[in-house]
């Protein structure tokens, strides 16, 4: 029975509207679902812990949420499928669940509710996705709900057209043909005949029956007292309890009274139900042709079912005689895996026996010195081991018996290993120098043996063995320094090895010193060339295992690590060659002493910088690398002799300077004949007599000069600088420096001694005359001329100069020629000041009077007499032209200003000509001298003077 309190066509999958609303919180209504489950998680939720407990439910206990709690996303997805999505479905106004009387999927259920909707091809529908009627799917949280008044001002604005174009009869009915999707089985063909109008629907809206809601009420029972009252209220009415004396006995007139109203009840309660009679009598004839669709429809599909039987029926004996042909042929493939599982456990058990005769062939090859052989056979079982039979229970002790084996393995070549070295290394090493032979001697040494134990380390990942070689290697070259030295110096004391040396050192003679060093050297170079051998064959077997990591045969290095044991390996070798050349090092600064140093020659440097440069090269070739401590001892051994032989050199020059008249000289020709060709080559001597060897001026570039005899000293140094440097061309560019500073220190006590008039006091001179400035010029000339050919020499001497020390030296011997420039310059304008001071002190007591010529310039051409008599022999005769070149323009300058100041001028008067004749006179006397040329002293150049 419909209840008449219902919405007519409420249904499961109609959506109410309306707001949510909280069952347990009735006065709290929410507009969305988001603020809903705001709601429901801070009112009906407990957490903790970061665990989430649902409580909206009868007694704060939600049967949907575990117990245990839940995470926050998992809370998020219940609330929204257990209490909002479920809540927006309702069935009626109070929001009730679902009940027996809700359904609309069964018979009773669409006969009784007239309000649900009718189930048509409920038994011949087609299986497919129209086979269950379509829901409306519940809304996402997520999107926001619009209210029904947000489409009002859209409605108000069509509901013009619509009701002017109804009143016209322009709105069409719409086509109700539509092509439902196809099935993917057969459809199920309709009883109802496609011509056949629809049935008329009469509105199966229920009527509003006139009955009292108590009679409709789902809770309805009489025994209740209040239900009972409410329905027979007559009875407190008709029967007064307050006037009777026995409240158990009815009195007449209340008995009839009490039946009246009865029986009208009664009268109403048979109104009722023939009101309900009628409504059901109506909703069945309404409903009927529903039944008999729904039958139509059921015989329908019985009979489909009948025909699918014996198409099922068919089937299944055609299966069973296609059984006999097709089985036997599918156990032809299942017996071939049966075969190939067969051959698998057999290969298998091949491979366990393999494995169980390991051990044994394992030893025979370690008896036969196999390293090789056994390691692989105990990488190739344990790959088997890893890969093939991990689940064999009998093997499961076989890999840590290979890994014992192969421990025991590492320590037998680790032992072959150091035996072969130490016995190599600890051989007596053979007394020979260096200077003497050019092949080392050939090695006994095994190398196959040697090579196939470093290999099997090499496989074994043991590389202590590049250690323990270190050590051997550096203890070898300990003990060929000790023996060479205890060979040739006699113990008598207690000391150390380097105190030893330095003892010698302190009175060993050069060829001694060299002596021992060509031994040492000799002995290193055979420990070495040892050392090598081994360094080669232990390299050649780390490359070997570089190029099979390489190529990926040989997985057990990965390739990042053999780069990093060649490093290893080279640095083995880099290391043992720096303590070779520290060690020799050590030796080799004891003879750097102060005492010791005043021992060392030229030619003791140049034998052990050779003995030096032949070790360098033979370490290099070795390891790839420069060791610098051996080269950095000799280079600083080097120095400080360069050092001690300027000081000697500074002090001779200082010396024959102080001295040092600044004459002119003669000098022995021997002395220019042993300067080095560098010199020797640009210098020709001049002899002052043919039978004499007495040389007074040498010639440069066809270019004659005299010279002082510090300037002697001074060549004579220079030349032994650069006879050091051709015995030591490794030390050229401190030997450059130190040449540089004599040629500025000889330039400046020049200076000093003549511009600056000390050789007065030092060298006892009355004055520093013309004479002395015309000798000291070209004696800094000639030292000038010297200076670029020492250069060139010096820096092409040693090849091996790096840019860096080419342009410091080069820098050093432009300022010294630099200087000797200013320097001459400065002399040339101390001579013309000197001439000219003299002529300007006659000119100033001239006056115009006669006779002519005056004392004044009669005093002039003396003084230019003189000049011209001081350097005739001294100046070439380009110099002197220039000299007198400047002289006579200054002189003519200060004629015009004498003239200018006095007021004279060219008019012809007696004293215009007069001072022609004075400058006649001073003419023919330069004539006279010849050194100037003639166009300097036309009537032209001397009448310059008047303007």
């Known amino acids: 029975m419909a209840m008449a309190g219902s919405p007519p066509n409420s249904s499961i999958t109609d959506k109410q509207d309306a707001e949510f609303s909280c069952k347990f919180c009735p006065s709290r209504k929410f507009k969305s679902s988001s603020l809903f489950m705001n709601h429901l998680s801070t009112s009906h939720t407990t957490v903790e812990g970061g665990s989430y407990t649902c409580r909206y439910g009868e007694n704060s206990i939600c049967t949907a949420c575990p117990g245990v709690g839940i995470s926050k996303v998992d809370y998020a997805d219940h609330v929204t499928r257990h209490h909002i999505n479920r809540d927006k479905l309702v069935f009626n106004k109070n929001n009730d669940f679902w009940n027996v009387l809700s359904s609309s999927v069964n018979l009773p259920a669409v006969l009784n509710n007239p309000g649900k909707g009718k189930q048509k091809d409920f038994f011949t529908r087609s299986w497919g996705v129209d086979f269950v009627d379509t829901s409306i799917l519940p809304s996402s949280p997520h999107v926001c709900e619009l209210p029904p008044n947000a489409f009002d001002r859209y409605l108000r604005k069509v509901r013009k057209h619509y009701v002017r174009h109804t009143k016209t009869g322009n709105i069409q009915q719409p086509s109700s043909s539509h092509t439902s999707p196809s099935s993917s089985r057969e459809t199920t063909p309709s009883p109802v005949a496609p011509q056949s109008k629809p049935p008329i629907r009469i509105d199966t809206k229920p009527q509003r029956l006139n009955i009292p809601s108590i009679f409709l009420d789902q809770n309805f029972d009489l025994s209740n007292p209040n239900t009972f009252n409410s329905i027979f209220s007559f009875l407190n009415e008709s029967l007064n309890h307050s006037t009777r004396a026995n409240p158990f006995q009815i009195e007449s007139q209340e008995a009839i009274q009490v039946e009246a109203s009865g029986q009208l009840m009664q009268e109403k309660l048979q109104h009722y139900i023939d009101l309900v009679e009628v409504n059901i009598a109506g909703q069945v004839a309404n409903k009927s042709h529903h039944f008999f669709e729904v039958m139509t429809y059921h015989d329908a599909l019985m009979s489909q079912l009948l025909a699918l039987i014996s198409v099922v029926r068919t089937v299944r004996q055609r299966l069973a005689d296609v059984e006999d042909g ?96 130490n ?137 990042d690590q053999s780069d990093r044991l060649k490093a290893l390996a080279g640095e083995v070798l880099i290391n043992i060659c720096d303590q070779v050349h520290e060690r020799l090092g050590k030796l080799v600064t004891v003879r750097s002493r102060p005492a010791a140093i005043k021992l060392v020659t030229p030619t003791e440097l140049a034998s052990v910088g050779s003995l030096v440069c032949r070790l360098v090269g033979v370490t290099q070739a070795m390891c790839g690398k420069s060791s610098a401590g051996l080269t950095l001892s000799h280079q600083g051994q080097t120095i400080l002799y360069v050092q001690q032989v300027q000081e000697g050199a500074r002090g001779r020059i200082i010396e024959k300077m102080e001295t040092e008249k600044w004459r002119k000289t003669t000098a022995n020709r021997n002395e220019f004949v042993e300067l080095h060709k560098v010199i020797g080559g640009i210098v020709k001597i001049n002899l002052v007599n043919d039978g004499d060897d007495d040389i007074s001026e040498v010639i440069i570039e066809g270019e004659s000069y005299i010279f002082v005899d510090s300037v002697i000293t001074l060549l004579s140094t220079v030349s032994e600088y650069c006879k050091l440097a051709d015995q030591l061309p490794q030390a050229s560019v401190e030997i450059g420096m130190k040449t540089s500073e004599l040629l500025k220190l000889f330039n400046s006590r020049t200076c000093q001694l003549v511009l600056g008039a000390g050789a007065v006091s030092m060298a006892g001179l009355k004055t520093i005359t013309i004479r002395n400035l015309g000798v000291t010029l070209r004696s800094l000339n000639l030292v000038s001329k010297v200076i670029p050919n020492v250069k060139v020499h010096l820096q092409n001497l040693c090849p091996t100069l790096t840019e860096k020390q080419t342009i410091t030296l080069s820098r050093n011997f432009d300022n010294t020629t630099k200087d000797y420039k200013e320097h001459l310059e400065e002399l040339e304008r101390k001579i013309v000041q000197i001439v000219d001071a003299a002529l300007n002190q006659q000119l100033a007591n001239w006056e115009h009077k006669p006779p002519v010529p005056s004392q004044s310039f009669k005093a002039i051409g003396k003084q230019l007499t003189k000049f011209h008599e001081a350097i005739q022999d001294i100046l070439p005769p380009t110099k002197i032209t220039n000299l007198f070149r400047i002289i006579h323009t200054n002189f003519l300058n200060r004629v015009k200003d004498k003239l200018v100041v006095d007021g004279l001028t060219a008019d012809n008067s007696p004293t215009h000509g007069l001072v022609v004749s004075e400058l006649i006179f001073y003419r023919e006397n330069l004539k006279y001298l010849n050194v100037l040329p003639e166009e300097q002293l036309s009537n032209d150049a001397l009448g310059w003077v008047w303007g």
């Open 326 to 421: 097709v089985v036997l042929a599918l156990k032809v493939p299942q017996m071939a895996v049966r075969k190939h599982n067969l051959e698998d456990v057999i290969q298998a058990l091949s491979t366990i026996e393999t494995l169980h005769k390991t051990q044994p062939t394992i030893q025979l090859l370690l008896s036969r010195q196999e390293f090789a052989g056994a390691l692989d056979l105990i990488a190739t079982s344990k790959d088997i081991l890893n890969n093939e039979t991990a689940n064999v229970v009998s093997l499961k002790h076989l890999p840590s018996q290979l890994d014992e084996l192969m421990d025991l393995i590492e320590k037998m070549l680790l032992s072959d290993f150091q035996t072969m070295v």
């Open 423 to 559: 016995r190599e290394l600890e051989k007596d090493v053979d007394k020979c120098r260096a200077s003497q032979f050019e092949n080392l001697p050939e090695s006994n040494l095994d190398e196959f043996a040697l090579g196939a134990i470093v290999s099997g380390l090499l496989r074994q990942q043991s590389y202590s063995f590049l250690e323990y070689f270190e050590q051997q290697g550096v203890s070898a070259i300990k003990e060929a320094i000790k023996d060479v030295v205890l060979s040739v110096l006699d113990l008598t004391e207690e000391t150390t090895l380097t105190s030893l040396v330095a003892d010698f050192a302190l009175i060993a003679t050069p060829e001694g010193w060299a002596d021992l060093m060509d031994l040492l050297v000799g002995s290193l170079l055979v420990a070495l060339d040892r050392i090598n051998v081994i360094h080669q064959i232990i390299q050649s077997e780390v490359d070997d295992i570089g190029m099979k990591a390489i190529d990926a045969s040989f997985k057990d290095l990965p390739l």
